[in-house]
């Protein structure tokens, strides 16, 4: 049966340098590959220590953001691992190559490389809505939130996984693998419609979602006077979590955001030039995301713990000497005794 591009063991020399063979050995994309490996190698670990540390920390008063939290760093982790992967081989096969077709990737490492990659990485995407999601229902639903409500994360972390699942399969769904690729981090050229979709998708969805993010910033509940000690505990706790989550949403959103605006740039205007694929390599922002994530969420953790703690102090510090004193202690007896 007839296919469109030859397979690899049918490719002349000539027929691979035109299709852009010689790139993987340009010094420019080899730099980019460099510095992405780089960065992604200090990202998995200071995820890694962060998840060591803090998977079972109380930073996130609400199981259901604890729960889409460390969904989205456990995704951020498996971009990392999987782009180093990647990178170390790319760098090791543009030095060690034979014949220039060989840098060339085969059609199974090819197809093992880029589907998971864009799965997690479509996936931290949508698990960062469903964080958003959540924040909104626990603004709306406030008064009854802390009580119920419980399975809530695990149902939008299910529904992440659906949706990339599905955006998975439409964007592959027919494809041969059989084309030249370079890099694993490429959508297939057979795929252009369909990768210039997903990017304009993508594009809507994170724009919408940042929208989102700075609206419930500025959505703040009413503080009741007379609301118990233990509710005015829960609502700082879930206005500091608030805090951290609108930073790193914002980061996560405006950073696809942009490195999507790139990626259609050049797909459109320079998907001729050469050294494109160098181009998106530098443009990653999401890469660089994923290295801030584990060293802002650890530096924060550190001022909520002095936080809590002078927080808890004030509220429970009654004084219990002269006139104060007094009534203090008559109030607390009239409140047992009554």
């Known amino acids: 049966m007839a296919t469109t591009e030859p397979m690899q063991q049918d490719r002349t020399e000539q027929y691979c340098v035109e299709h852009g063979a010689l790139t993987a050995i340009n010094n420019y994309y080899r730099l980019a590959e460099f510095v992405s490996l780089s960065v992604s190698t200090l990202s998995a670990v200071n995820m890694l220590y962060f998840l060591y540390r803090h998977h079972t920390s109380s930073l996130f008063f609400h199981n259901n953001l604890r729960v889409l939290f460390f969904s989205l760093s456990i995704c ?5 691992v999987m782009n180093m992967g990647i990178k170390v081989h790319h760098l090791t096969l543009s ?8 840098l060339f990737l085969p059609k199974v490492l090819y197809m093992t490389m880029c589907i998971p990659i864009y799965f997690v990485w479509i996936g931290a995407q949508f698990v960062l809505v469903s964080i958003v999601i959540e924040r909104w229902i626990a603004v709306i639903f406030r008064r009854s939130y802390e009580t119920g409500y419980k399975k809530v994360g695990p149902a939008l972390v299910l529904a992440a996984v659906l949706i990339t699942s599905s955006v998975i399969v439409l964007l592959y769904y027919g494809e041969t693998f059989e084309g030249p690729q370079i890099n694993a981090r490429l959508i297939p050229s057979t795929r252009y419609l369909q990768g210039n979709v997903l990017i304009i998708s993508l594009l809507v969805t994170n724009f919408s979602g940042l929208v989102l993010t700075v609206a419930l910033r500025l959505v703040r509940p009413r503080w009741q006077i007379r609301m118990p000690l233990s509710s005015k505990f829960q609502s700082k706790e879930n206005r500091i979590a608030s805090n951290l989550i609108f930073w790193i949403s914002t980061m996560q959103f405006a950073s696809i955001f942009f490195t999507q605006i790139g990626s259609l740039y050049i ?10 694929p160098a181009y998106k390599e530098s443009i990653d ?13 650890t530096l924060y953790l550190v001022k909520v713990k002095k936080r809590r703690i002078k927080d808890i102090t004030n509220s429970v510090n009654m004084r219990a000497s002269g006139d104060d004193g007094w009534t203090n202690y008559y109030l607390l007896i009239q409140k047992q005794w009554m």
Do not use: I, M
Not at 76 to 80: E, G, K, R, S
């Open 285 to 297: 922002l999401f890469n660089y995301y994923t290295l801030a994530l584990p060293v802002l969420s």
């Open 95 to 102: 030095y060690v190559y034979k014949t220039t077709c060989e």
């Open 76 to 80: 951020c982790l498996a971009y990392d």
């Open 267 to 276: 797909r459109l205007y320079h998907s001729k030039d050469p050294l494109s």
